[in-house]
């Protein structure tokens, strides 16, 4: 068998994983805090019918070999942490990060995951939880006679409570960064935990130890740029056209050999 049909055929499945992260980008544009991904691949092993550097003759040798690619492979989808834009809000309560951090929430199992995502909200109890209803680290309780909510760059909360005249600190707001944040583990829901690969996360107050500053009043929003991805969205159908056309190919040079006549 021609292994043409094989090495399209891993060409159409690679072109197919590029077309699937390109339409979640495209789907996610809206979305507070999420970051585009980017579909990585790597050639498949040679098949080597003569090695370079092979005699040819007794005074000389061959310049380069005979070696055949068998394809492609996808090698990672990484995500992409740069800054997306802000838009201004309003919400006393939403926040966004300019520069390296995450924001850390109490996930269910207790454990601590991380998001970009800043549109925060209150409980019954004055927590301050995101959209699923999981708190911030460290917990922030807001009082229930608070009349204005401020948010430093550096993460300091201060509120003025009813009937005062001067705000009061309640809370300081802590950030979380990673050597290796594209090592980080997608949740779903804007949330990562860490690996191995990304390792320890880094806690410290916002604008120390190379953590991005605070802003009130802001979210960001996504980094998919859609004119990108439309881009990317059309190499990888022509991608995906010229493999499937390569099968034709083949196929119909089979065809040809099976209807030799002897």
Known sequence: MMRSLYTAATGMIAQQTQIDTTSNNISNVNTIGYKKQRAEFA??????????????????????????????????????FTQGNFKETGGSLDLAITGNGFFQILLPDGTTGYTRNGSFKLDADGNVINSDGYQLIPQLVIPADA?????????MV????????????????????????????????NNYINTTASGDPI?????????????????????VQLVDEMTDLITGQRAYEANSKAITTSDQMLKIVNDLKA
Request: hydrophobic share 35%; proline share 4%.
């Open 43 to 80: 050639d498949l092993m040679y098949q080597t019918m003569t090695y370079a550097g092979t005699s040819t003759s007794g005074t000389s040798v061959s310049p380069t070999g005979i070696e055949v690619g068998l394809g492609t492979r996808p090698t990672a989808i990484a995500k992409q």
């Open 147 to 155: 009349t204005q909510i401020t948010i430093g760059v550096d993460g």
């Open 158 to 189: 201060s509120v003025l409570q009813a009937g005062q005249t001067a705000t009061q600190q309640i809370g300081q707001l802590e950030l979380a960064n990673f050597i290796n944040p594209a090592g980080l583990h997608s949740l779903g829901d």
């Open 203 to 223: 806690v410290s107050t916002p604008g120390l130890n190379g953590l991005g500053q605070t802003r009130q009043q802001f979210v960001e929003m996504s980094n």
